[in-house]
């Protein structure tokens, strides 16, 4: 990472790229501000550059008055069945064993959830996850047992590691460095919200984790309140980037309870990656992007570091946006 930072100031950013109107809070308890906009725009927004074509696909969905679960499952499947990816299903870098293993996690307009970790040999863990919140009693399922779940919902058996992660991991086993480090090498995590026509929003969150990770590591990605929440009532968000700083200060719910006290997506992804360096006295590996998107389809990003960027799609968008950040490299 990169020595030289000019810290930004954050007001200078807070614009950039990003649908600033401001509409968060439950409309039973707070009445909507005269400045809110309050036209309920369907919305579809993922992180990073591959979040282009998850939300293609989850746009699909959302035009033909699909719901935004199903959107948001179709358009992260996409990029976890890419295998040129490698930080997501097949393709994605493995643990220091070279195992790939997956966590995931899906959530509804009902706060129904449901998610999956360390689960390894299936393509598809957000579907599984799915399976998990539909199928089961619970919320969350892991490793030999979510595999066998999986497989007795119907779901392939499927080797993940392609000769590609093979090959770089055999690169890092030279020298077997274990820094958990996540920068723009090694994180890209797709994290996907949606607002539908019928007003209802969902979220999915799906990776292969932290690069080389010890084994048995799992991040925020599966965990409901860190990597992903969804209140319909006022809002969702999600998150990427360092799991372990995101679950300390459990980012994804903090940010739709800030929105429901009133403030922006975008105030809200602020503040919570205010919380982050605050909590952090080293900041030098730390890199974590939040999104958010309220029940009207505003949005809102920001990060630690530069260059975390996110698609947006809507009626008349479909974009990659850069997100406002903290800190230059
Ligand atoms: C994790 N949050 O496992 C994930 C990694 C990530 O972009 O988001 N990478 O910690």
């Given at each position: 990472m990169k020595t030289r930072r000019n810290f930004i100031k954050s007001s200078a950013f807070g614009?950039?790229?990003?649908?600033?109107t401001s509409a968060c809070s439950s409309e039973k308890n707070n009445p909507p501000r005269a400045t809110e906009n309050l036209v309920r725009k369907p919305t579809v927004i993922s992180t990073w550059n591959h979040g282009m074509q998850s939300n293609e696909a989850s746009w699909k969905i959302i035009e033909s008055n699909g719901t935004a679960l199903d959107a948001v499952e179709s358009g992260v499947r996409v990029v976890e069945s890419d295998p040129t990816g490698h930080s997501v299903g097949i393709g994605g870098a493995p643990d220091r064993d070279g195992k790939v293993t997956l966590d995931a996690c899906i959530m509804n307009h009902q706060n129904k959830c449901g998610a999956v970790a360390f689960l390894e040999n299936i393509e598809n863990p957000v579907t599984v996850a799915r399976k998990v919140m539909e199928e089961t009693p619970h919320v969350m399922l892991v490793g030999e047992g979510a595999y066998r779940f999986a497989r007795e919902q119907g779901i392939p058996h499927q080797n993940l590691l392609t000769a590609e992660s093979e090959k770089m991991w055999k690169e890092w086993l030279k020298t077997s460095q274990y820094e958990p480090e996540i920068n723009v090498e090694n994180h890209d995590t797709i994290g996907a919200l949606a607002l539908d026509r019928f007003g209802n929003l969902a979220g999915a969150c799906t990776t292969s984790g932290m690069a080389y990770k010890m084994r048995g590591r799992v991040g925020d990605s599966p965990i409901i309140g860190a990597g992903l929440f969804v209140d319909n009532e006022v809002g969702a968000a999600c998150a990427t980037g360092l799991g372990e700083a995101i679950v300390r200060v459990a980012g994804s719910a903090v940010a739709v309870e800030l929105m429901r006290a009133g403030k922006s997506p975008q105030d809200a992804c602020e503040e919570v990656i205010n919380r982050i360096m605050e909590k952090h006295d080293d900041l030098e590996n730390i890199q974590v992007g939040l999104l958010a998107l309220d029940k009207f389809g505003n949005v809102g990003a920001h990060s630690i570091y530069e260059n975390f960027n996110y698609a947006l799609t809507r009626q008349d968008r479909h974009e990659l946006v850069d997100s406002p950040f903290k800190i230059s490299y």
């Amino acid at each position: 990472m990169k020595t030289r930072r000019n810290f930004i100031k954050s007001s200078a950013f807070g614009a950039m790229g990003v649908i600033t109107t401001s509409a968060c809070s439950s409309e039973k308890n707070n009445p909507p501000r005269a400045t809110e906009n309050l036209v309920r725009k369907p919305t579809v927004i993922s992180t990073w550059n591959h979040g282009m074509q998850s939300n293609e696909a989850s746009w699909k969905i959302i035009e033909s008055n699909g719901t935004a679960l199903d959107a948001v499952e179709s358009g992260v499947r996409v990029v976890e069945s890419d295998p040129t990816g490698h930080s997501v299903g097949i393709g994605g870098a493995p643990d220091r064993d070279g195992k790939v293993t997956l966590d995931a996690c899906i959530m509804n307009h009902q706060n129904k959830c449901g998610a999956v970790a360390f689960l390894e040999n299936i393509e598809n863990p957000v579907t599984v996850a799915r399976k998990v919140m539909e199928e089961t009693p619970h919320v969350m399922l892991v490793g030999e047992g979510a595999y066998r779940f999986a497989r007795e919902q119907g779901i392939p058996h499927q080797n993940l590691l392609t000769a590609e992660s093979e090959k770089m991991w055999k690169e890092w086993l030279k020298t077997s460095q274990y820094e958990p480090e996540i920068n723009v090498e090694n994180h890209d995590t797709i994290g996907a919200l949606a607002l539908d026509r019928f007003g209802n929003l969902a979220g999915a969150c799906t990776t292969s984790g932290m690069a080389y990770k010890m084994r048995g590591r799992v991040g925020d990605s599966p965990i409901i309140g860190a990597g992903l929440f969804v209140d319909n009532e006022v809002g969702a968000a999600c998150a990427t980037g360092l799991g372990e700083a995101i679950v300390r200060v459990a980012g994804s719910a903090v940010a739709v309870e800030l929105m429901r006290a009133g403030k922006s997506p975008q105030d809200a992804c602020e503040e919570v990656i205010n919380r982050i360096m605050e909590k952090h006295d080293d900041l030098e590996n730390i890199q974590v992007g939040l999104l958010a998107l309220d029940k009207f389809g505003n949005v809102g990003a920001h990060s630690i570091y530069e260059n975390f960027n996110y698609a947006l799609t809507r009626q008349d968008r479909h974009e990659l946006v850069d997100s406002p950040f903290k800190i230059s490299y």
